[in-house]
C-alpha cells in the first residue's frame, strides 16, 4: 500500500508564489515516476507535470515555464514550485503515482487527498 500526503497549499495572491509537497510512504519512491494534477471547481481533473525516476520532468502547457516539479529521494518528497500563480490556478492539487503489482499484473494508481490552492486577484 502506498500512502500519498499533499501540504503546502494556500491562498495567495496573483503573481504570487507556492511550493507544494507531496510525501510518500510505502513504496520503492525513489523507483517510481511522479505526478501533480489539480481540479478546479465542476471540471475535470488535469494532467500537469511529471517526474520520472531518473529525474526527467514534463509539463502540461498552460504551466510550463511557471512550474517546477522536482523529487527529494531521501526524503520519499516530490514538490511543484507555482511562480506567477493566476486566478485560474485555483484548484485542488494531487499527488499521483502508479506502481506496478506484479501479483495482479497490473499497475496500480495512487492519489493523495489533495491540498488546496485558491489564487485572489
Known amino acids: 500500500q502506498v500512502q500519498l500526503v499533499e501540504s503546502g497549499g494556500g491562498s495567495v495572491q496573483s503573481g504570487g508564489s507556492l511550493r507544494l509537497s507531496c510525501a510518500a510512504a510505502?513504496?520503492?519512491?525513489?523507483?517510481?515516476?511522479m505526478a501533480w494534477y489539480r481540479q478546479a471547481p465542476e471540471k475535470e481533473r488535469e494532467w500537469l507535470a511529471t517526474?520520472?525516476?531518473?529525474?526527467?520532468?514534463n509539463y502540461r502547457d498552460s504551466v510550463k515555464g511557471r512550474f517546477t516539479i522536482s523529487r527529494d529521494n531521501a526524503k520519499n518528497t516530490v514538490y511543484l514550485k507555482m511562480n506567477s500563480l493566476k486566478s485560474e490556478d485555483t484548484a485542488v492539487y494531487y499527488c499521483?503515482?502508479?506502481?506496478?503489482?506484479?501479483?495482479?499484473?497490473?499497475?496500480?494508481?495512487?492519489w493523495g487527498k489533495g491540498t488546496l490552492v485558491t489564487v485572489s486577484s
Open positions: 510505502g513504496s520503492s519512491f525513489e523507483n517510481n515516476a
Open positions: 499521483y503515482t502508479r506502481i506496478w503489482d506484479g501479483r495482479r499484473s497490473a499497475f496500480m494508481s495512487y
Open positions: 517526474i520520472t525516476s531518473d529525474g526527467i520532468s
